[in-house]
């Protein structure tokens, strides 16, 4: 299963048509050019991709390691099996 | 316009069926090709009449992904045009007091394809959530608020919705803000893409959409001619940039057109059907306020759509504002070519108008084969005809019974 961390990292390179290499764990959403409602477009693909429904998130969302760890919180309590995710 | 100052167009953009540049429109239009086609997407064979004028444009090729995801299809033709409208015009942005630059757009529809994807995606898929950029895409000022944001321009910004007159009323009310010196330029003009499944269906419930023409799908618009069965549904955008005479020579902006007067009128009385006292309101407002007499006018645009009742009241109503002067002035629709852009119309054939004023050209009447008795002036049929036309008017008409008429001056 591919890192969520890696998907979410393809997401934004491919909405920002930039180089995934420049997009790490801790980079600020913000400043690679993501506002808030880019980050929940990004999710909402996320949502499609994994097959779980996001609920408006708690915690502030700032960088793209938050956005995977949320991902992964909803992974596990969303999705019993996660056999055949990609 | 007495007290005011003079408004004048010197920047033109657009997207359209007959091509996504001026120069391009002009010379498919004066030379009648038509823009009108067999849609061949997922969705035509589902179609009772699937024929339309769609405009031949890929956003892919001028927007990011990121903006893309954001942007409608309306307001990918309206950003397009006005970027060619501000080049034409020789103006950069940064070097003008956008304080005092604003932005008047109309549109029927606004995203009608993000609005209906939400649907679908809801109704027919099954899905419990819609995209977060949805009510941005599908509002229908997103267009107009674009343009406000790309280019910084801090004046009013404002978006008209009557229908098919609600470019020509962006238009007309955006030459108010340069006449009352509120704003030193404005960015104005129309914007609409509803060649989507559901609009075309609620179009084919209408009965108004023109039968498809066997023989030439192209042709299936015919405006004032017996044969006429209604309008072929068409998208794009124009854009004008508008500024004070006085700004433009001083600047030595070239001037296409002036824009002498601006009329509008309700019917008042039914919510589709046109009004010959409605349509002759509005065009005997722009010449009341343009100041001329009906004789002075030498062309006119017809908002002519191609359905049995607007020619025949569009014409009825020419007559009972021009008189006799009615048999001696060229009027012609271009819709017969491409279309009917509806919240676009009024922009793109204003464009058409002031093409025919620079050219000395007036645009043709396509496919008018069969006279009707009820239609009997000078249509300009089926060639452009070389012609002097110093004022030339162009009409808009709508459902909800809003008309807009612009009269335009040769520079």
Known sequence: MENTFETVRTLIANKLEIDKATIAPDSVLTEIGLDSLDTFDIIFEAEDKFGIKVPTPKEEIKTVQDVANLLDQLLLEQSPSLQGQK | ?411
């Open chain 2, 1 to 411: 316009m007495s007290n005011t100052r003079r408004v004048v167009i010197t920047g033109m953009g657009i997207v359209s069926p007959l091509g996504n540049s001026v120069e391009t429109f002009g010379l498919n239009l004066m030379q009648g090709v038509s823009g009108i086609k067999r849609l061949q997407n997922d969705f035509s064979d589902q179609l009772e009449i699937n024929i339309a004028a769609s405009a031949d444009f890929d956003g892919t090729a001028h927007f990011s992904k990121k903006e893309l995801a954001v942007l409608d299809r309306v307001s990918q033709f309206a950003l397009y045009a006005a970027q060619q409208a501000l080049d034409n015009a020789g103006l950069d942005t940064p070097n003008i007091n956008t304080d005092k630059t604003g932005c008047y757009l109309g549109t029927g529809m606004g995203g009608a394809a993000s609005t209906e994807e939400g649907y679908h995606r809801l109704f027919r898929e099954g899905q419990s959530r819609l995209k977060p950029f949805t009510v941005l895409m599908a509002m229908n000022n997103a267009a107009a608020s674009h343009i406000a944001m790309h280019y910084g321009l801090g004046g009013p910004n404002i978006t008209y919705t009557t229908a098919c007159s609600s470019s020509a009323i962006a238009i007309g009310e955006a030459s108010r803000q340069i006449a009352y010196g509120h704003c030193d330029y404005m960015l104005t003009g129309g914007s609409e893409a509803l060649l989507t499944y559901g609009t075309i269906k609620a179009w084919e419930a209408l009965r108004t959409l023109a039968k498809v023409d066997e023989q030439n799908p192209s042709a299936s618009c015919k405006p004032f001619s017996a044969d006429r069965s209604g309008l072929v549904l068409g998208e794009g955008a124009a854009m004008f940039v508008l500024e004070s005479y006085e700004s433009a020579i001083a600047r030595g902006a070239t001037i296409h057109a002036e824009i002498v007067g601006y009329g509008t009128a309700n019917d008042a009385s039914h919510i589709t059907q046109p009004s010959v006292a409605g349509q002759a309101r509005a065009m005997q407002a722009a010449l009341d306020n343009a100041g001329l007499a009906p004789e002075q006018i030498d062309y006119i645009n017809a908002h002519g759509t191609g359905t049995p009742l607007n020619d025949a009241t569009e014409t009825a109503a020419i007559k009972q504002v021009f008189g006799p002067y009615a048999y001696q002035l060229a009027v012609s629709s271009t819709k017969s070519m491409h279309g009917h852009l509806m919240g676009a119309a009024g922009a793109v054939e204003l464009v058409a108008t002031t093409l025919a004023l620079q050219a000395q050209l007036l645009p043709p009447t396509m496919h008018l084969q069969q006279p009707d008795p009820e239609c009997d002036l000078h249509y300009v049929a089926n060639h452009a005809a070389p012609q002097q036309v110093r004022y030339a008017m162009s009409n808009s008409f709508a459902f909800g019974g809003t008309g807009g008429v612009i009269i335009l001056k040769k520079s």
